[in-house]
């Protein structure tokens, strides 16, 4: 059980040139996010997706697309990259808190570095 | 005004303190609040749940004012590995929001 997983862990990036963060989760959960995180600023978030075949903006979405493959995959797309950009991304997806209890407690992915330049 | 709101900090306290954060938030439908702790450079990993009747794990106690619209958390005899950024956040429908984070520093 990987739990979230996010790929890739660094990247660099030119000004204009475009790529995909990739996210999956194997716990089964309905909702899955997308947060930027900047030194100062606490999460931000960017889109959610409540369930498959859905998706609705954050937060801070401008610059952004994202797309929920299938009940495991959530992606994030930065189709022209700016300097802005730059920033710590986690992936997060919710399920059942334990012991069964109602409360939707959010799984967090190791992140991805990235710097526009 | 900030949906989650708290103090960014830093506090930095004595090893075998007690140290207590706040965190305020706007919105009245939620409906389920979090502590977190995120270590530099890592994910956030949920610390502990916050229920409305107050709940206690070890050294830490969180409690809910609705009334009041915030969050606590109570850490009591502060070890060195307590040394993090702790964030909160509440859940409104499918919405999870955070706050800033409470950075706390524990020095031997």
């Known amino acids: 059980n990987a739990g979230v997983t996010q790929t890739p862990k660094f990247q660099v990036l030119k000004t204009g040139q475009s790529m995909t963060l990739q996210c999956a989760q194997d716990?089964?959960?309905?909702?899955m996010y997308w947060y930027r995180q900047d030194p100062g600023m606490g999460l931000r978030l960017i889109y959610y997706?409540?369930?498959?075949?859905?998706?609705d903006k954050g937060e801070v979405p401008n610059g952004y697309n994202v797309s929920r493959l299938n009940k495991r995959e959530f992606s994030l797309r930065l189709e022209s990259a700016a300097p802005s950009q730059t920033s710590v991304y986690f992936c997060?997806?919710?399920?059942?808190?334990?012991?069964?209890?109602?409360?939707?407690?959010?799984?967090f992915g190791p992140g991805t570095r990235l710097t526009v330049l | 005004r900030k949906e989650v709101e708290q103090d960014p900090g830093p506090f930095n306290v004595p090893e075998g303190a007690t140290v207590a954060f706040n965190c305020t938030y706007s919105?009245?439908?939620?409906?389920?609040f979090f502590w977190y702790r995120q270590d530099c450079r890592k994910e956030p990993k949920l610390l502990m749940s916050?229920?409305?009747s107050g709940n206690e794990d070890g050294r830490f106690t969180a409690q809910l004012n609705r009334a009041s619209q915030y969050i606590s958390l109570l850490i009591r005899d502060s070890k060195l590995s307590d040394s993090a950024t702790y964030l909160c956040?509440?859940?409104?429908?499918?919405?999870?929001?955070f706050g800033g984070g409470t950075r706390l520093m524990v020095k031997p």
């Open positions: 997706s409540a369930s498959e075949g859905t998706t």
């Open positions: 997060a997806s919710i399920g059942q808190g334990v012991m069964g209890r109602a409360y939707n407690e959010q799984f």
């Open positions: 916050v229920y409305s």
């Open positions: 716990m089964n959960h309905n909702s």
């Open positions: 956040s509440n859940n409104a429908g499918n919405m999870l929001t």
């Open positions: 919105n009245s439908a939620s409906q389920s």
